[in-house]
Structures are given as structure tokens and as C-alpha cells.
């Protein structure tokens, strides 16, 4: 049962921390609130004076946050408003909790007064899965809005190292039903999956597609559609060559609420790893992140050109298998033989950095395992 507070007269006893932090909570959420205390140590106004009985005179809610026996007492024998007494939950009328809202839909967590924290831990958790724009309509039945609300995660879970993910990440994560997780995303994220959440490998490394983009999209809509929290675990950023808005276009023609949970990049954290800056002043103006693989297994050589370029750094992902074309093209573009490149496998986990020249290219890549990049 909510019981709307405003416009009830609200009446807070103490001038301390814990007053301190009830008047912040009465302020957050627009209720109008008078204080008595002896002394104020609170940015808000008050009536400085001893407290008596008489000064609940007219207040339909009381909150006494002077953790003081003798107040409580004589609040309790003369009561006639509703009374909420810090820290003491066995002689309360109500209790704060914590509220979870969006647009016209509230939730409140209640621990019957026992825990606030673990309220708004609850608060936080619920509210990442309250859609964002929903339309409310009494016609609605239980199965469309069911459908309505449903909300796909598509979370960058960074380059690696489980540290590297963003709190964001983290704590989506720790919300999800469902987690459809790919080869790049480290085992070690997986374990902070709830207990009971499913988890569904679909692959996607090259060469031992475990399932096809069109079957992963229509997982997700089937998961979502179940009305479970369904989350889509991606190494890296979800929009660097992550296929990650793809993803986010199919659900949304399907009416399905997307957020998009950024990630580190490898083709940042890698070189990074390496102590490369991707730029550098008087040195490296600008940075390029290409693909060497396109769609259906074809090579990308567009940008070897680009490597006249000496203030321009190279970042070239799914580099590795193409590093004999990378070579020969920018051979026989004439770009030095000597020129310095990087190639960094593995970076954050269990990393390998090779420095290597563009003659040995093609032989250093055979001697890395995968993921890697190849920095110019
Ligand atoms: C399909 S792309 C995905 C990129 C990802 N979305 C990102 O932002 O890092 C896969 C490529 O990213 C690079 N990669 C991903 N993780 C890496 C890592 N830990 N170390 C080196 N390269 C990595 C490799 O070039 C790999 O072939």
C-alpha cells in the first residue's frame, strides 16, 4: 500500500547525521518537512529548542532522528500522528524505503526498516530493468505487455582482464536471465552472472561459428519476448566491430527496449598494454581502428595506402590471418621494409607483445596466438 505523503504535514525531531540524511531523502522526493532540534548541524532550517510533545501539534508524520530514548518515549505515549523512529523498526508506523521509478511506475523495496542499504541495492537492481518509454494502457493484456516491457542488454564486457569492465557492466550483469555470451567475453565474467541466470555460448569466432548472426538474433527476441532480462555479452565495445548494432536494430523492429552497455576497446586497451599511445603529440595526429576481414571472408587492404602517413597510427583488428596480404600490399606500395610494427595478442589476459618490422610480418604473425592486433 503507498500512502501519498504530500501534502501531509511532516515533522522531523534531530539536527544530526541521521536527520541529515531523512531530510535529504524528504527533499529528493518533494515532501515538505519542518525540523525541531537543540542543535542543528543540518543545512536545513530549523526551530532550535528543546523538543516537547506540543511541537507535533498539527504534524500528521513524525520522524524522530535523535536517538534518544526519552523523546522516543514521550512520542510514543502521546501519539496521534505516524510515527517512524530511526533505527527502530519494532516501534514504527512505517518505514522508508527505497523507490524505484520511471514515468508512472513506482517500485518500493521495503525491508520492514531492517536494512535501508540492501533496499537501495534492491532499488538500483530493479531499476536498470523498468522500461524506459512505456506507454501505459489499461486495455493492454498481461502477454503484450509482457512483450512490451521485455529489455535486451547489449554489454561490452571490454578486452579482457574481468577488472577492465565498466560498474555499469558489472552491475547489468548481475540483473540478467538470460546471458547469450560469445568467445571473446573472458569465463571469469560469466561467473558473475546470477547463480540461476542461462547462460548460452553462440560462438562467433572465425572459423567455428557456433551459431549464425540470424540464429542469434532471433534468440534474443525469443528470450525477450519470454519476458526475461536477456543480456548479449560482447569482448571489447559492442560498436567496434562488435555487430552490436545490428543486434540493436533487429530488436528494435521487433519493439524490444534496447541499452547499449559500453566496453573497453581492444583496439585501445591492446595498444595501450604495449605502453603505445594510439596518439602522440608531433608524432601521431590521428589514429585509424580498421578491419582487415570483411563480410563473407573477404580481405580489407583499403587502408594500407594510408600507411604513407607517418602521423596517422594503424590499429588493424582480425589482422592476424591476413598479415601475409597486409605485408605483401604495403611492400609493394612502397612502404619500408624496416617500418616498426606491433602485434599484441591476448592483451590484458595473458598477453604477448611482439615488436617485429613489416619484412617479418607475415612469419612473427605465425608465432601469436589469437585475439591480436597489429599496430603501425
Ligand atoms: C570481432 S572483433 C571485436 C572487437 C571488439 N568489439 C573490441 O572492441 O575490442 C575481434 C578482434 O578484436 C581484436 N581483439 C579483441 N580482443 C583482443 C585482445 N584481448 N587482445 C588483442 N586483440 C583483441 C582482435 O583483432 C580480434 O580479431
Redesign the pocket.
Given at each position: 500500500m503507498l500512502i501519498k505523503l504530500k501534502p501531509k504535514k511532516v515533522l522531523l525531531i534531530g539536527g544530526g547525521v541521521v536527520a541529515k540524511q531523512k531530510a535529504d531523502v524528504l527533499t529528493k522526493q518533494n515532501i515538505p518537512f519542518d525540523i525541531v532540534t537543540l542543535k542543528n548541524n543540518t543545512p536545513y532550517p530549523a526551530k532550535i529548542k528543546e523538543f516537547e510533545i506540543s511541537d507535533t501539534n498539527g504534524y500528521d508524520v513524525v520522524i524522530d532522528a535523535t536517538g534518544c530514548d526519552k523523546v522516543t518515549n514521550t512520542l510514543l505515549e502521546n501519539k496521534n500522528f505516524l510515527l517512524n523512529v530511526v533505527d527502530k523498526p519494532e516501534v514504527c508506523d512505517f518505514y522508508f524505503g527505497s523507490i524505484a521509478k520511471k514515468g508512472d511506475i513506482s517500485v518500493l523495496v521495503s525491508s520492514n526498516g531492517k536494512s535501508p542499504r540492501l533496499t537501495q541495492v534492491i532499488r538500483d537492481r530493479i531499476e536498470k530493468i523498468l522500461p524506459n518509454n512505456f506507454e501505459i494502457d489499461r486495455k493492454k493484456d498481461y502477454e503484450t505487455i509482457k512483450n512490451e516491457t521485455s529489455k535486451v542488454f547489449i554489454i561490452g564486457c571490454g578486452?579482457?582482464a574481468v577488472d577492465l569492465l565498466t560498474i555499469r557492466a558489472y552491475n547489468t550483469l548481475k540483473t540478467l536471465d538470460v546471458a547469450l555470451y560469445d568467445h571473446?567475453v573472458n569465463p571469469e565474467v560469466l561467473d558473475i552472472l546470477p547463480q540461476n541466470c542461462e547462460k548460452i555460448y553462440v560462438g562467433k569466432q572465425k572459423g567455428y561459428h557456433h551459431k549464425k548472426q540470424d540464429e542469434i538474433n532471433e534468440l534474443l527476441v525469443q528470450k525477450a519476448k519470454e519476458g526475461k532480462i536477456v543480456g548479449r555479452l560482447?569482448?571489447?565495445?559492442?560498436f567496434?566491430?562488435?555487430r552490436g548494432y545490428e543486434e540493436m536494430i533487429e530488436l528494435t523492429n521487433e519493439g524490444i527496449e534496447v541499452e547499449i552497455i559500453e566496453g573497453l576497446?581492444?583496439?585501445i586497451s591492446?595498444p595501450t598494454e604495449a605502453l603505445i599511445p594510439v596518439t602522440l603529440r608531433d608524432k601521431k595526429d590521428s589514429f585509424m581502428v580498421v578491419s582487415a576481414h570483411l563480410k563473407g571472408a573477404r580481405v580489407n587492404l583499403n587502408w594500407v595506402d594510408l600507411l604513407h602517413r607517418e602521423n596517422l597510427r594503424v590499429i588493424v583488428?582480425?589482422?592476424l590471418s591476413r598479415a601475409k596480404n597486409i605485408q605483401k600490399r604495403a611492400l609493394e606500395i612502397g612502404i619500408n621494409e624496416n617500418r616498426e610494427v606491433y602485434i599484441?595478442?591476448?592483451?590484458?589476459?595473458s598477453s604477448k607483445i611482439l615488436k617485429t618490422t613489416l619484412k617479418n610480418l607475415e612469419k612473427k604473425a605465425k608465432e601469436v596466438k589469437?585475439?591480436?592486433?597489429i599496430i603501425f
Amino acid at each position: 500500500m503507498l500512502i501519498k505523503l504530500k501534502p501531509k504535514k511532516v515533522l522531523l525531531i534531530g539536527g544530526g547525521v541521521v536527520a541529515k540524511q531523512k531530510a535529504d531523502v524528504l527533499t529528493k522526493q518533494n515532501i515538505p518537512f519542518d525540523i525541531v532540534t537543540l542543535k542543528n548541524n543540518t543545512p536545513y532550517p530549523a526551530k532550535i529548542k528543546e523538543f516537547e510533545i506540543s511541537d507535533t501539534n498539527g504534524y500528521d508524520v513524525v520522524i524522530d532522528a535523535t536517538g534518544c530514548d526519552k523523546v522516543t518515549n514521550t512520542l510514543l505515549e502521546n501519539k496521534n500522528f505516524l510515527l517512524n523512529v530511526v533505527d527502530k523498526p519494532e516501534v514504527c508506523d512505517f518505514y522508508f524505503g527505497s523507490i524505484a521509478k520511471k514515468g508512472d511506475i513506482s517500485v518500493l523495496v521495503s525491508s520492514n526498516g531492517k536494512s535501508p542499504r540492501l533496499t537501495q541495492v534492491i532499488r538500483d537492481r530493479i531499476e536498470k530493468i523498468l522500461p524506459n518509454n512505456f506507454e501505459i494502457d489499461r486495455k493492454k493484456d498481461y502477454e503484450t505487455i509482457k512483450n512490451e516491457t521485455s529489455k535486451v542488454f547489449i554489454i561490452g564486457c571490454g578486452p579482457g582482464a574481468v577488472d577492465l569492465l565498466t560498474i555499469r557492466a558489472y552491475n547489468t550483469l548481475k540483473t540478467l536471465d538470460v546471458a547469450l555470451y560469445d568467445h571473446l567475453v573472458n569465463p571469469e565474467v560469466l561467473d558473475i552472472l546470477p547463480q540461476n541466470c542461462e547462460k548460452i555460448y553462440v560462438g562467433k569466432q572465425k572459423g567455428y561459428h557456433h551459431k549464425k548472426q540470424d540464429e542469434i538474433n532471433e534468440l534474443l527476441v525469443q528470450k525477450a519476448k519470454e519476458g526475461k532480462i536477456v543480456g548479449r555479452l560482447k569482448g571489447g565495445h559492442p560498436f567496434v566491430f562488435g555487430r552490436g548494432y545490428e543486434e540493436m536494430i533487429e530488436l528494435t523492429n521487433e519493439g524490444i527496449e534496447v541499452e547499449i552497455i559500453e566496453g573497453l576497446t581492444s583496439a585501445i586497451s591492446a595498444p595501450t598494454e604495449a605502453l603505445i599511445p594510439v596518439t602522440l603529440r608531433d608524432k601521431k595526429d590521428s589514429f585509424m581502428v580498421v578491419s582487415a576481414h570483411l563480410k563473407g571472408a573477404r580481405v580489407n587492404l583499403n587502408w594500407v595506402d594510408l600507411l604513407h602517413r607517418e602521423n596517422l597510427r594503424v590499429i588493424v583488428l582480425m589482422g592476424l590471418s591476413r598479415a601475409k596480404n597486409i605485408q605483401k600490399r604495403a611492400l609493394e606500395i612502397g612502404i619500408n621494409e624496416n617500418r616498426e610494427v606491433y602485434i599484441i595478442s591476448n592483451a590484458t589476459t595473458s598477453s604477448k607483445i611482439l615488436k617485429t618490422t613489416l619484412k617479418n610480418l607475415e612469419k612473427k604473425a605465425k608465432e601469436v596466438k589469437k585475439p591480436a592486433i597489429i599496430i603501425f
